[in-house]
């Protein structure tokens, strides 16, 4: 019996998030445990490095398993893939060390957020990202970004993932870039609270937008006890790129 490592993609559109929930209701975490049901594994849950909500993407989700497995990893990686839905696929596996666990493990999770600026439907690029209009002004929102940087108490933007869990977070990066009509948002952290990310964009874009001045957002990060009352950024824009480990891991 070996402990595995294995790196995710996911369409996240058809999927009521990643934990699995009531049998029938579709969510990544089940059919992945049903491919690893198909190649031998009889364990009671797998560990992820996080749970995104439902309709959030991944390229860099990780989850962990406990198999026997006769066979070189590259060959449990095909197994799986052959036995996933189109919209999910293992991208690498790896044995794991000991005492690994995606989640308490992880060093830092990268997201990134997409946003459309277009009056139209973009019915392809929709998919992916949040299309809004009018177009946010780029460095109201970059400089906002930039004081996110740092160790704070996010507390006005999310709740921690466990019940009386502490909500200070250290972020390493933040940033925006454009292409054309396409917004992105990059951050990185040690980790998230829940909906963290998708309401420090809503925020960001109402600063961008000029419904709210950048004052008044700061406001919010610098009071904890304060809670963002405006809009949730919709969960198609997002995506977690990367969870980051130390080298031996």
Not at 68 to 88: C, F, G, I, K, Y
Not at 104 to 121: D, G, K, N
Not at 162 to 171: L, S, Y
Not at 213 to 222: E, Y
Request: proline content about 4%; glycine content about 8%.
């Amino acid at each position: 019996m070996e402990l595995y490592k294995s790196i995710i993609a996911y369409d996240g559109t058809e999927f009521h998030g990643f934990q699995r929930q009531a049998q029938g209701i579709r969510t990544v975490q089940s059919v992945v445990e049903d491919a690893l049901g198909n190649v031998g594994w009889q364990g009671r849950s797998i560990m992820a490095a996080g749970r995104t909500d439902a309709g959030v993407h991944a390229r860099g989700q990780v989850i962990a398993f406990e198999l026997a497995w006769q066979h070189e990893a590259m060959r449990l990686t095909q197994a799986l893939n052959a036995n996933l839905p189109s919209d999910v696929a293992v991208r690498q596996t790896d044995v794991a060390p000991p005492g690994f666990h995606p989640r308490f493990s992880a060093q830092r999770r990268c997201y990134r957020y997409t946003l459309i600026t277009s009056p139209v439907r973009d019915p392809l690029g929709e998919r992916y990202a949040w299309r809004i209009w009018p177009e946010p002004n780029l460095e109201a929102m970059e400089a906002v970004a930039a004081t996110l940087i740092g160790c704070r108490d996010f507390a006005a933007f999310g709740r921690a993932p466990i019940p009386d869990g502490h909500t200070v977070r250290q972020v390493f990066q933040a940033q925006w870039q454009q292409e054309l009509k396409i917004l992105v948002f990059e951050i990185e952290a040690d980790a998230f609270l829940f909906h963290m990310v998708r309401r420090l964009v809503a925020g960001m874009i109402d600063v961008g937008v000029g419904r709210l001045s950048a004052h008044d957002l700061q406001a919010l990060l610098d009071d904890p006890q304060l809670r963002w009352k405006g809009q949730v950024a919709a969960a198609q824009g997002l995506c977690l790129e990367a969870v980051s480990y130390d080298e031996r891991e």
